[in-house]
């Protein structure tokens, strides 16, 4: 028996399964650290969109954001901006929230508004770049 078996507080399967006492909290950190990685990737071109639509009325928004390039780097920057907000936001409800019946409706509302607020940004994408 190595040192880790001897001092390990986890369950044999805990060991086989490799998880947690939460069970998906790896997921969610590698899932963090993914859309942390895009958004740092998209940050500049997002910083160069947004200077090019500073000053401009609707007509100049729907013709920058007109380009597939730019719609699609902007998309791709709200979904992975608002998907690390969500995980962001329930590590911090597991956390620091101890009612389980609290804890249970802070992540749904967080699930909740998460993809509002993502829905929101595209539906208004999409408007834009078609010139609606």
Same mark, same amino acid.
């Given at each position: @028996?190595?040192?880790?078996?001897?001092?390990?507080?986890?369950?044999?399967?805990?060991?086989?399964?490799?998880?947690?006492? &939460?069970?998906?909290?790896?997921?969610?950190?590698?899932r963090?650290? /993914?859309?942390?990685?895009?958004?740092?990737?998209?940050?500049?071109?997002?910083?160069?969109?947004?200077?090019?639509? /500073?000053?401009?009325?609707? &007509?100049?928004?729907?013709q920058?954001?007109?380009?597939?390039?730019?719609?699609?780097?902007? /998309? /791709?920057?709200?979904?992975?901006?608002?998907?690390?907000?969500?995980?962001?936001?329930?590590?911090?409800?597991?956390?620091?929230?101890?009612?389980?019946?609290?804890?249970?409706?802070?992540? @749904? #509302?967080?699930?909740?508004?998460?993809? &509002?607020? #993502?829905? #929101?940004?595209?539906?208004?994408?999409?408007?834009?770049?078609s010139?609606?």
């Amino acid at each position: @028996m190595n040192t880790e078996t001897q001092s390990s507080m986890r369950t044999p399967m805990s060991r086989v399964r490799r998880l947690g006492t &939460a069970k998906s909290g790896t997921g969610d950190f590698w899932r963090q650290r /993914l859309t942390a990685v895009a958004m740092v990737l998209l940050i500049v071109p997002m910083i160069a969109i947004v200077m090019m639509l /500073l000053g401009r009325n609707q &007509a100049g928004a729907a013709q920058i954001l007109g380009s597939p390039l730019i719609a699609i780097v902007t /998309l /791709l920057f709200v979904i992975a901006s608002c998907w690390h907000m969500k995980i962001g936001v329930q590590v911090v409800i597991e956390d620091y929230v101890h009612t389980e019946n609290l804890k249970l409706a802070l992540i @749904m #509302a967080n699930t909740f508004f998460s993809i &509002a607020v #993502a829905l #929101a940004a595209i539906y208004a994408i999409f408007k834009l770049s078609s010139g609606v």
